[in-house]
């Protein structure tokens, strides 16, 4: 949402902040870069964490913990409805109830809203409901391995999987793949890559 909104794009966020300082933290610092956090929710537990490990390769493991990121509504709030029917995108990433994310995908689908998702987070199959609403999906390798039950070791086979996807639904597959880059799967057929761009130290 952060980088988003500094390269000039107007976005909303919707989430649940932890009530501790870390949750304060992270809302003032995507206030201060032009993201609208009117539609986010404040628990009273802790805030998620993800903690990044990058390896030179390029290669990073994430740990995840939960936190304020479950702490959701049963229900989707009424603006955050309202706001999905005027965006030009919905993003998602599988840190929150999947519950969420469905009725979300399901309700931007409706409006005619493209919805983009980044699996991380999330080792479980995307469900058939979630999978026919995604315009792009976004895995990397080993994360398209898990969600199509198919190997994912060469180029080759990161194809063939990515066309799995295709066939569940998602209209377009963007893997990324570490320190070799990405490579998009267009609905068309057509395959774009993309070199990873190198560490500085």
Not at 17 to 39: K, N, P
Not at 156 to 183: D, F, P, W
Request: charged share 20%.
């Amino acid at each position: 949402a952060v980088a988003a909104a500094k390269m000039g794009a107007p976005v909303a966020f919707a989430g649940v902040f932890g009530g501790d300082s870390h949750g304060s933290m992270l809302r003032t610092t995507m206030d201060e870069a032009g993201v609208d956090t009117s539609l986010s929710m404040v628990s009273a537990g802790p805030n998620g964490q993800a903690i990044i490990v990058l390896e030179p390769t390029g290669a990073n493991t994430i740990l995840l913990v939960p936190g304020a990121n479950n702490d959701w509504d049963v229900e989707l709030p009424k603006d955050l409805l309202k706001s999905i029917e005027g965006a030009s995108c919905v993003m998602l990433q599988r840190e929150i109830p999947e519950r969420i994310n469905i009725a979300v995908a399901q309700h931007a689908k409706q409006c005619g809203v493209d919805v983009l998702m980044d699996v991380g987070g999330d080792d479980s199959p995307l469900p058939k409901e979630m999978l026919e609403c995604i315009t792009m999906c976004a895995p990397n390798e080993t994360e398209l391995q898990n969600l199509t039950e198919m190997p994912t070791s060469t180029r080759e086979e990161i194809l063939l999987a990515a066309k799995k996807l295709q066939e569940y639904g998602v209209n377009k597959v963007l893997v990324t793949l570490g320190s070799e880059g990405s490579m998009v799967l267009m609905e068309s057929g057509e395959v774009i890559t993309q070199a990873a761009l190198p560490l500085y130290d």
